[in-house]
């Protein structure tokens, strides 16, 4: 089938991003792969494919479902569910060998019981808040919590963690919430922290990350994905390309005089005699509705600027000024690069006023990710 909207994904660009953060850690710190909201809206199954299949060390993902999804991709990973677990998905824990996330004393209290209804034991990793205010058991709370674990026979401790809130922006308010995290971990006399994973780092955590603290493992979402919408150096020597792009195509090209409205509610009256093109795409493929009379496409490597609203289905572009030779069935990159010039995620998610992990989870069903690169198997 044609295509007419679409998402492109370098896979290989994946891989070379997981390596070029690999090599940034030292040795022994485990590689955690945060593939929650289907890879940052990657796609799920490629995405983890390719990852399983370049060696990292386990899954994060948000709840059961997406984790039983790794499952049914390959096995032998272990899988951690960073969201809470509901009384009614307690069973996939067990059937499927995954690892919940555990806030409360309740939590463990009834996780421990399900554990000994079933006389079968599960891993768990306890999630300290330092900050967020999510989930986590708040720090100066969190010794009743380890105190339970410690009497649970059937609930094993295998990681504590904790999330950082402002890691991209405020380094000093990462190293407050660094400090919470340790001095938590250190009051727990008992604790074997050599055998236990402990993390915190997310993407922009890693650039405070000190090699020689007891960490050993990080979550890497963002950056994986090729996406540094924070000030270059913050990454330091960590190379990650952009992985995704968006396009679609022209649908038709014609003329309009000047003073002719444009789109939904007459959103954009033309100024000149113009020449637009309807594009193949609106906010029903996921283009942002705040793009309307703010983003621009490119086609033939040139920036068309989008006039009036984003429709459903389609969107106006000008393309009075670069050429006569434009027609139906032409590519147009939304994000990407295309013939020299570039929009980048960045600059796209800020003219739709928002961040740009929030504009590929909006990317919707009914566009096709198109993977290149991909290994062949089988
Ligand atoms: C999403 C998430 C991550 C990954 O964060 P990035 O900034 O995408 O690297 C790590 N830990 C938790 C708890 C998360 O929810």
Redesign the pocket.
């Known amino acids: 089938m044609p295509l007419r909207c679409w998402a492109e994904i370098d896979l290989a660009a994946l891989e070379r991003n997981l390596r070029s953060i690999q090599a940034a850690l030292p040795e022994r710190i485990k590689y955690i792969a ?1 593939v ?1 909201a289907d890879a940052y809206g990657h796609g799920m199954e490629q995405t983890v494919t390719r990852l399983m299949q370049a060696g990292v060390d386990m899954f ?1 993902v948000a709840n059961v479902l997406e984790a039983v999804s790794i499952r049914e991709i390959g096995t032998g990973w272990p899988i951690i569910v ?1 969201g809470a677990t509901l009384e009614d998905e307690e069973s996939y824990l067990f059937e499927y060998d995954l690892i919940p996330t555990i806030s409360t004393v309740e939590e463990a209290v009834r996780l421990e019981a399900k554990a000994s209804e079933r006389g079968q034991p599960l891993k768990a990793h306890l999630k300290i808040d330092t900050g967020m205010g999510r989930l986590g058991i708040w720090h100066e709370y969190a010794d009743e919590l380890f105190d339970v674990l410690k009497h649970s026979k059937f609930l094993k401790l295998e990681g504590i963690y904790t ?1 950082f809130a402002s890691a991209n922006h405020d380094p000093d308010f990462t190293r407050h919430q660094r400090k919470l995290f340790m001095e938590t971990i250190e009051r727990v006399d008992w604790l074997e922290t050599d055998s236990l994973m402990i993390h915190a780092d ?3 955590g890693i650039t405070t990350f000190a090699p020689e603290s007891v960490y050993n493992a990080v ?5 994986q994905f090729g996406i540094t919408p924070y000030p270059k150096s913050i990454f330091g020597h960590v190379e990650a390309t952009p992985i995704f792009q968006f396009k679609s195509r022209v649908g038709v090209v014609k003329k309009l005089p000047a003073g002719a409205s444009i789109s939904y509610a007459r959103t954009r009256v033309l100024d000149r005699d113009s020449k637009v093109a309807i594009v193949c795409a609106g906010y029903g493929d996921g283009v942002p509705l705040p793009l309307s009379n703010r983003g621009c496409v490119l086609i033939n490597g040139k920036r068309c600027p989008i006039l009036g609203s984003i429709t459903m289905d389609q969107t106006i572009v000008d393309v009075t000024d670069i050429g006569e030779n434009i027609c139906s069935g032409d590519p147009v990159t939304l994000i990407g690069p295309q013939d020299g010039g570039e929009i980048r995620l960045e600059e796209f998610s800020d003219w739709a006023r928002t961040i740009p ?1 929030e504009v590929l989870c909006s990317v919707t069903k009914r566009v096709p990710r198109i993977y290149r690169t991909a290994i062949k198997t089988g």
Not at 219 to 223: D, E, H, S, T
């Open positions: 945060v929650k994060a960073l999330h997310n993407s922009a979550r890497i979402g963002l950056l992990w």
